[in-house]
């Protein structure tokens, strides 16, 4: 028997038990389709994540309280305080450090003509701040250094909350009230965009004493955010950090920071690995549901072995080699894997374009390539033992089957 009639054999097989089939080649599709689309949330929230590390700002660093990630903080541990930010603004002490801009965040819901919306996050800093994060007036302009020292009530805003507060209207000039203060919008930030689990667009940013007066007190900060000379001057300016906050904190020893500065280099790098782990537990999970599909496999081809002992009987007996029975078996087995990994494929592809719980997934093409290639090895391995086992029938006994 050639090849072709070996695989047409094995097309009618299939055809004869066509929902049973189907059924098979479903398993088979949903672990390939799950394996792209889980991999591909992966990569798309890992690109969402150094997109928006990106968008701060080549020259930018973040000090934050606490020594560490997943440290926890001790009774000595000093926050971090509006004092330290005009600390590291002393030029004489941080030649390499251009500006400094303390944050304090909060979350309020701002009201305009009785349309409401929860603004994610509600940023109280200096003027430093728009340039250090690279956030840019598109509509009307930024507030000034008077505005802070005034304790002004004034706002700019991001386009995602213009739109959802201020609909078509032109935000500029107008007076929402935020957490039950009124602010007046002065500018409109560029949209940045991003895919993630925060809109880096639905954003306020205030002089930071009147967000202080008006929500969080004038205690601890947030974060500092500070922007180096240039580019090059990033590792020097994060050892002035460094020693002017030891200094301040009254800390001795390097190991026992209270505070942790860090560069874009370093947050792109805990980012990896934090998205290396996520998607291989993803990936490990649409593999499970694609070894159930090929249990599924040898599941149905012993059934089908069971059911054609008689035609298998008969073909042996009329000198049909034990290769060919092996053959038509195993090349079923690998129909039901190709045309399910196949149709997988083309499942995964497409659900890889709906955004999902605001990610949009990007395909990583190997995990394509690599699905359907394990989806037809599959079908070869689990589809061995049934092929075998028709194969290994002997003449006699199989006639005798019932």
Same mark, same amino acid.
């Given at each position: 028997? $050639?090849p072709?009639e070996?695989?047409?054999f094995?097309?009618?097989g +299939?055809?004869?038990?066509?929902?049973?089939?189907? +059924?098979?080649?479903?398993g088979?599709?949903i672990?390939v389709?799950a394996?792209?689309?889980?991999? =591909?949330?992966?990569?798309g929230s890992?690109?969402?994540? &150094?997109?928006?590390i990106e968008k701060?700002g080549t020259?930018a660093?973040?000090?934050?309280?606490?020594?560490?990630?997943?440290?926890?903080?001790?009774?000595?541990?000093?926050p971090?305080?509006?004092?330290?930010?005009k600390?590291?603004?002393?030029s004489a002490? @941080?030649?390499?450090?251009?500006?400094?801009?303390?944050?304090?965040?909060?979350s309020?819901?701002?009201?305009?003509?009785? %349309?409401s919306?929860?603004?994610?996050?509600?940023?109280?800093?200096?003027?430093?701040?728009f340039?250090?994060s690279n956030s840019k007036?598109?509509?009307?302009?930024?507030?000034? #250094?008077?505005?802070?020292?005034?304790?002004r009530? !004034?706002?700019v805003?991001?386009s995602t909350t213009?739109?959802?507060v201020?609909?078509?209207?032109d935000?500029v000039?107008? &007076?929402m *009230?935020l957490?039950?203060?009124?602010? %007046?919008?002065v500018?409109?930030?560029?949209? &940045?965009?991003?895919?993630?689990?925060q809109?880096?667009?639905d954003? !306020? /940013?205030?002089? +930071?004493?009147t967000?202080?007066?008006?929500?969080t007190g004038?205690?601890?900060?947030?974060q500092?955010?500070?922007?180096?000379?240039?580019?090059?001057? %990033?590792t020097?300016a994060?050892n002035?950090i *460094?020693? /002017? +906050?030891?200094?301040?904190h009254?800390?001795?020893?390097?190991?026992?920071?209270?505070?942790?500065? #860090?560069?874009?280099a370093s947050l792109? *790098?805990?980012q990896?690995?934090? $998205?290396? *782990?996520?998607t291989?537990l993803?990936g490990? /999970?649409?593999a499970?549901s694609?070894?159930?599909?090929g249990?599924?496999?040898? $599941?149905?081809?012993?059934?089908?072995?069971?059911?054609r002992?008689r035609?298998?009987?008969?073909?042996?007996?009329?000198? =049909?080699p034990?290769g060919?029975?092996?053959?038509?078996?195993? @090349?079923e087995?690998?129909l039901?894997?190709?045309?399910?990994g196949?149709?997988g494929v083309?499942?995964?592809v497409i659900?890889?374009h709906?955004t999902?719980?605001?990610?949009?997934?990007?395909?990583?093409?190997?995990?394509?390539?690599g699905?359907?290639a394990i989806a037809?090895?599959?079908?070869?391995?689990?589809?061995?033992?049934p092929?075998n086992r028709?194969a290994s029938?002997?003449?006699i006994?199989?006639?005798?089957?019932?």
């Amino acid at each position: 028997m $050639n090849p072709f009639e070996t695989l047409r054999f094995a097309f009618g097989g +299939l055809a004869a038990n066509k929902v049973r089939s189907a +059924l098979t080649m479903l398993g088979v599709l949903i672990g390939v389709a799950a394996v792209i689309v889980l991999l =591909a949330v992966g990569n798309g929230s890992s690109q969402a994540v &150094k997109n928006s590390i990106e968008k701060l700002g080549t020259n930018a660093l973040t000090v934050s309280s606490g020594g560490g990630f997943g440290g926890s903080r001790s009774a000595a541990t000093k926050p971090l305080t509006v004092a330290d930010a005009k600390a590291l603004a002393d030029s004489a002490a @941080a030649p390499h450090i251009e500006s400094v801009a303390p944050e304090t965040t909060t979350s309020q819901t701002a009201l305009y003509e009785g %349309t409401s919306h929860t603004v994610g996050q509600v940023v109280g800093t200096y003027p430093a701040y728009f340039k250090a994060s690279n956030s840019k007036v598109a509509n009307g302009d930024y507030f000034g #250094s008077d505005d802070v020292l005034g304790s002004r009530k !004034v706002a700019v805003i991001g386009s995602t909350t213009a739109t959802d507060v201020f609909g078509a209207a032109d935000p500029v000039g107008k &007076k929402m *009230t935020l957490g039950g203060t009124p602010f %007046t919008v002065v500018g409109v930030l560029a949209t &940045k965009g991003g895919t993630g689990f925060q809109d880096p667009d639905d954003v !306020v /940013v205030a002089p +930071l004493p009147t967000v202080q007066n008006a929500f969080t007190g004038f205690g601890a900060i947030g974060q500092i955010l500070v922007e180096a000379t240039s580019a090059d001057a %990033t590792t020097p300016a994060q050892n002035e950090i *460094t020693t /002017v +906050l030891m200094g301040r904190h009254g800390i001795k020893d390097p190991s026992a920071l209270d505070f942790r500065v #860090s560069s874009q280099a370093s947050l792109l *790098t805990t980012q990896a690995d934090t $998205n290396r *782990t996520f998607t291989v537990l993803l990936g490990a /999970v649409a593999a499970i549901s694609l070894l159930v599909g090929g249990i599924g496999i040898t $599941n149905i081809m012993l059934v089908t072995v069971t059911e054609r002992t008689r035609e298998i009987g008969i073909r042996k007996a009329i000198g =049909a080699p034990r290769g060919v029975i092996l053959g038509q078996f195993l @090349a079923e087995s690998t129909l039901l894997s190709l045309i399910g990994g196949g149709l997988g494929v083309a499942v995964g592809v497409i659900g890889s374009h709906v955004t999902i719980v605001g990610i949009k997934p990007v395909i990583i093409p190997e995990s394509v390539v690599g699905a359907f290639a394990i989806a037809v090895a599959i079908g070869l391995f689990f589809g061995g033992y049934p092929a075998n086992r028709a194969a290994s029938l002997r003449p006699i006994e199989a006639l005798r089957h019932e």
